[in-house]
């Protein structure tokens, strides 16, 4: 099994910035891909970027340009740097894992950006 652990979000100004991060215990060694989900009131849960474990990267259209993920694998750590925050971004933001054996959520984390 692999436990996801989210922090970093809050609630900031349209334009502002926020840094989330994701810590991984557990069964860490068979992590392959790790990203960023999020879900807003009423809507279904969508990508918002991915990184393999050779830190090759893909982001949502409607991200790219402002947020940038990044992987730290000495600490088991992935992180989502979001610049430019819009109120379109207000949602809840869900860690994600995946290994041969299964896919894993962290408890999420919410993030709201007020116009």
């Known amino acids: 099994?692999?436990?996801?652990?989210?922090?970093?979000?809050g609630l900031v100004q349209a334009g502002g910035s926020l840094r989330l991060s994701c810590a991984a215990s557990g069964r860490i060694f068979s992590i392959n891909t790790m990203g960023w989900y999020r879900q807003a009131p009423g809507k279904q849960r969508e990508l918002v970027a991915v990184i393999t474990s050779g830190v090759s990267a893909?982001?949502?259209?409607?991200?790219?340009?402002?947020?940038?993920?990044?992987?730290?694998?000495?600490?088991?750590?992935?992180?989502?740097?979001?610049?430019?925050?819009?109120?379109?971004?207000?949602?809840?933001?869900?860690?994600?894992?995946?290994?041969?054996?299964?896919?894993?959520?962290?408890?999420?984390?919410?993030v709201t950006v007020s116009s």
């Open 1 to 9: 099994q692999v436990q996801l652990g989210e922090s970093g979000g």
């Open 58 to 110: 893909n982001y949502a259209d409607s991200v790219k340009g402002r947020f940038t993920i990044s992987r730290d694998n000495s600490k088991n750590t992935v992180y989502l740097e979001m610049n430019g925050l819009k109120p379109a971004d207000t949602a809840v933001y869900y860690c994600n894992a995946e290994d041969s054996w299964g896919t894993y959520w962290g408890q999420g984390t919410q």
